[in-house]
């Protein structure tokens, strides 16, 4: 699939942005700050209308908007057709206003696809991006939460369901933990942990099947990935490692009692630390070369390398499950990269459909992708060609 055409209006530091797009390779060259990562966080965003970096949505809205408002809109082609995607933002407590607020009854997000209102989550399954940040290039020595969001990320894309279990297996824990400190404290009694366990262990069952099988697909790639980049020295394998002792000869149900179970077991400890220690909250992945860990073990290159294989497995992985390319969007990735590696990611996205990639400059990119690239440049918050 591909962007066709993208329209931002008061989204972060773009007051008004018309922008034609098509198939092929787009670069967006600008200085720090003038707008590069906010092109690519309003793309992802038509995924699942939630932002890769916004901790709440009002931080997208302009702040200088004057009715408080963000709105994007996009057109996809996609196999099936073109789709309209428009995504409205409103920012209820304004910083710069205090005369202005939003009532509590008006909607915050509003989605329409193809100009009928929608919510939300119905945006999932329209359009797949495949985001590669600096911070994806510390897929293995960076914190388990990047690993456990590398996995999220796909599957909330491909699946509504996976991506609304995620939400309430999110709230369960938070009410969870209150709730094991306010037993620590003899506030409550533990018996009142009774009903989370059961819907903690009901969607940690969902979420660890389908992170399991994204893995066991990933598996089937990333092999000959590191292999090829590595001139064919090195054999990646990645393997989930759940909290909860899992067993891939149980079946869902049986998998359910052994949670439950393990639960029971770690109920003392998990009271008197007052946090939830099982579940997919605390799951990670490991990455092994020739067997050995790579969180350990690994040379800083080993590690790059090794998180540029699972990216590109990710986006092999999206496209065969939905029959259609992810848009891969990269932020000032290749500044990281040293050259060998930097070829070797380039020539994968050559053959990809649509790729924006955004660098502070260009002067480092091989004349063959100059020549093929559409190439524009960002100053505060207005794009032209280059
Ligand atoms: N809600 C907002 N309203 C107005 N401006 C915003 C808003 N949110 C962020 N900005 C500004 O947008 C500018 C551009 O940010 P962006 O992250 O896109 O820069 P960039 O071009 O990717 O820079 P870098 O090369 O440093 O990564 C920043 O100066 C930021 O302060
Ligand atoms: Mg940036």
Redesign the pocket.
């Known amino acids: 699939m591909y962007l066709a055409h993208l329209a931002l209006h008061d989204f ?2 773009y007051k008004q942005l018309d922008l034609p797009l098509g198939p092929g390779l787009y670069l967006f060259c ?10 690519l966080e309003a793309v992802a965003m038509l995924a699942t209308s939630n932002s890769f970096h916004a901790a709440s949505d009002r ?6 908007a004057p009715d408080h408002i963000a709105r994007l809109v996009a057109s996809v082609e996609r196999h099936s057709g073109e789709v309209k995607i428009e995504i409205v933002i409103v920012d209820p407590t304004p910083a710069n206003g205090a005369d202005f607020s939003v009532p509590e009854s008006r909607q915050r997000k509003r989605v329409k696809i193809n100009n009928v209102p929608k919510k939300p989550m119905d945006l999932v399954g329209q359009v797949t991006v495949v985001l590669f940040a600096p911070t994806d290039l510390r897929l293995v020595d960076g914190p388990p939460e990047e690993r456990r969001r590398f996995l999220d990320r796909a599957l909330c894309q491909m699946q509504p369901r996976y991506c609304a279990v995620l939400g309430k297996y999110r709230k369960v824990i938070t009410q969870r933990s209150a709730l094991l400190k306010r037993i620590r404290e003899n506030q409550e009694d533990p018996r009142m942990l009774g009903y989370l366990d059961e819907k903690l262990t009901e969607w940690a069952n969902l979420i660890i099947f389908e992170r399991q099988r994204m893995v066991a697909s990933l598996n089937a790639q990333v092999d000959e990935l590191q292999a090829t980049i590595s001139g064919g020295r090195e054999h990646l394998q990645i393997v989930y490692r759940p909290s909860f002792t899992v067993n891939p000869e149980w079946n869902t149900i049986e998998a359910l009692e052994h949670y439950r179970e393990q639960l029971h077991e770690a109920r003392r400890k998990e009271i008197y630390q007052g946090v939830c220690l099982l579940g997919p909250h605390r799951d990670d992945l490991e990455f092994l070369v020739n067997g050995v860990n790579m969180l350990t073990y690994g040379s800083r290159g080993q590690q790059r390398t090794v998180a540029l294989s699972a990216k590109l497995a990710e986006l092999a992985y999206m496209h065969g499950v939905t029959g259609e390319e992810p848009i891969l969007l990269l ?2 990735v290749f500044s990281e990269l040293d050259s060998l590696r930097r070829e070797y990611l380039l020539r994968q996205i050559l053959q990809h459909e649509q790729v924006l990639i ?1 660098a ?1 400059d260009f002067t480092n990119f091989p004349q063959e992708i100059l020549g093929k690239a559409h190439r524009y440049q ?1 100053v505060d ?1 207005a794009i032209t060609e280059a």
């Open positions: 972060r530091n600008g200085e720090n700050a003038q707008g590069k990562t906010n092109l931080e997208i809205v302009n702040w200088q932020d000032d955004t502070t960002v918050g």
